[in-house]
């Protein structure tokens, strides 16, 4: 009963340097989203996936990339990652209106 | 206005009080409207759905009114475990998205 599994679950990266953080769910879930999460602050929406073959831009989506692989699956990409972007990602999945599941999260430092 | 708002807190009570949180969100059209709870470091998890007609879960109360657009949260007999963020989450009708709220502290003292 996997729900949603990100990976990986931490990774310290220098500045530069690129990384893609998967996502992958097993309830046959439409959507999928990535959000990130700053210290004291809410959860902002990077990019989100209403269907398989579909990516649409959120709050913050300045420095990454997204690919929906398939319906399982949805990847974020740094492609030259900042300083800034050190947060929690965190990844989710749902469908329609529904309630949706998260991942455990991947904690990112940007060194 | 933010599609969501919130109270962000942090709201400090003792021990067994009663304690209520409001969330005002933009979109009439919204449809699903949710109450999740997150600890510190963990991935948010649903708490409860909000109904129409309000619904209760053991200590737990929500209510949505609709021609005001809030959805509240009413924490009865708070327990030391009730210590957490809350996030009030609504749909975005059209765009099969869900939006977060910031989320509002909560820590219940001894």
């Known amino acids: 009963n996997a729900g949603v599994t990100q990976t990986p679950k931490f990774q310290v990266l220098k500045t530069g340097q690129s990384m893609t953080l998967q996502c992958a769910q097993d309830?046959?879930?439409?959507?999928m989203y990535w959000y990130r999460q700053d210290p004291g602050m809410g959860l902002r929406l990077i990019y989100y996936s209403a269907s398989e073959g579909t990516t649409d831009k959120g709050e913050v989506p300045n420095g990454y990339n997204v690919s929906r692989l398939n319906k399982r699956e949805f990847s974020l990409r740094l492609e030259s990652a900042a300083p800034s972007q050190t947060s929690v990602y965190f990844c989710a999945s749902n469908t329609g209106a529904a309630e949706a599941f998260f991942g455990q999260g991947t904690r990112l430092t940007v060194v | 206005r933010k599609e969501v708002e919130q109270d962000p807190g942090p709201f400090n009570v003792p021990e067994g009080a009663t304690v209520a949180f409001n969330c005002t969100y933009s979109n009439s059209a919204s449809q699903s409207f949710f109450w999740y709870r997150q600890d510190c470091r963990k991935e948010p998890k649903l708490l409860m759905s909000?109904?129409?007609s309000g619904n209760e879960d053991g200590r737990f109360t929500a209510q949505l009114n609709r021609a005001s657009q809030y959805i509240s949260l009413l924490i009865r007999d708070s327990k030391l475990s009730d210590s957490a963020t809350y996030l009030c989450v609504v749909n975005r009708p059209g765009a099969n998205n869900l939006f977060f709220g910031t989320g509002t502290r909560l820590t219940v003292i001894p």
């Open positions: 309830m046959n879930h439409n959507s």
């Open positions: 909000v109904y129409s």
